[in-house]
């Protein structure tokens, strides 16, 4: 791996902790567990389309590890924000192989796929009872759709600048 | 309009009324208000497994797991709430208070979650699971 691609790594995964720890301090739901902007799986999702597969794996995996760290969350937590952003990954990166749909879509399936993989991980570690969980994925659902539209549209801008700017970098995963 | 353009607009038609839908399911999913608060009992959960179950009634509920991990339920004559919470993001304690009035409105509806201590506060109303 080149040292450029090593320090735009880096500077992905230092944006990603801060617009996830930003996120934190301006809570959109105060006190609504899962509910949050999405800003740092923004940075995830512009990594997936520019640096490729293994990089936005790397990233999400040091993401959560980092984040749970930096900011004092317990194991659970660290848990339930790695079964979600699995989830969403995979999921972003189903949609935009296999579907072939847009960036929006694709961050909107995203988000909804990073709710439900925290409840489902709620749900098998029996954190909370089955029916808090069956009740609150439609609200979880409604907000996913709402924060994944938001990042997707700015995503797809971002794109849209970062490419013109870097002339379509390569993937970092071809050498 | 090619088809290209045409196939992403159903798509993102399909997703806005997706949307919808769950909005309105939602919106719609909403239980009949009781005021009798004879019918009301507040459940107290770790993880899955019911810890406490009482009735409404001037009282505080104190869960200590014995690993650092303490929540204070309190519960009062109408409405219950978290009091106290050793957890570091003190969601539960945000969350306000669940009461007759307002436990079929409120975001999370008749539940207290803290998660990072797996407990759970149901403000059930009628049996309701």
Redesign the interface.
């Known amino acids: 791996m080149s040292a450029k691609r090593v320090a735009r790594f880096g500077m992905l995964t230092a944006v990603a902790l801060v617009l996830g720890y930003l996120e934190h301090l301006v809570p959109i ?5 899962g509910v949050k902007l999405g800003l740092g799986n923004m940075v995830v999702l512009y990594a997936l389309y520019i640096t490729g597969k293994k990089s936005a794996t790397l990233l999400m995996l040091l993401k959560v590890g980092l984040s749970a760290l930096l900011f ?3 194991p ?2 660290l848990f ?1 924000s790695f079964g979600g952003g699995l989830c969403s990954l995979l999921m972003m990166m189903g949609a935009r192989e296999l579907l072939k ?2 960036i ?2 694709v961050s ?1 399936l995203g988000a909804v796929a990073h709710v439900a993989g925290q409840l489902a991980v ?1 749900a098998l ?8 969980v069956l ?2 994925l ?2 979880l ?2 907000s996913a ?2 924060t994944g539209t938001l990042t997707g549209v700015v995503g797809k801008y971002l794109l849209k600048a970062l490419r013109i700017a870097a002339h379509k970098d390569e993937p970092d995963d071809q050498t | 309009m090619n088809k290209q353009t045409t196939r992403r607009r159903f798509i993102a038609a399909l997703a806005v009324l997706a949307a919808l839908g769950v909005v309105a399911a939602v919106v719609l999913h909403k239980r009949q208000a009781l005021s009798n608060k004879d019918d009301v009992e507040v459940i107290v959960y770790i993880g899955n497994r019911v810890y406490s179950r009482v009735g409404l009634g001037e009282q505080t509920i104190v869960v200590d797991q014995g690993s650092g991990a303490v929540n204070h339920v309190r519960v009062l004559a109408d409405r219950v709430y978290m009091e106290h919470a050793s957890c570091n993001n003190q969601d539960c304690i945000k969350q306000g208070e669940v009461s007759l009035d307002n436990y079929n409105t409120r975001p999370l509806y008749e539940w207290i979650v803290c998660l990072p201590n797996q407990v759970s506060v149901q403000f059930s109303v009628g049996g309701a699971p």
């Open positions: 739901a105060p006190g609504m567990p004092g969350a317990s659970i937590m339930i749909v847009p929006v879509v909107i709620v570690l029996e954190i909370t009872p089955w029916s808090f009740g609150y439609p609200i659902a409604v759709v709402a």
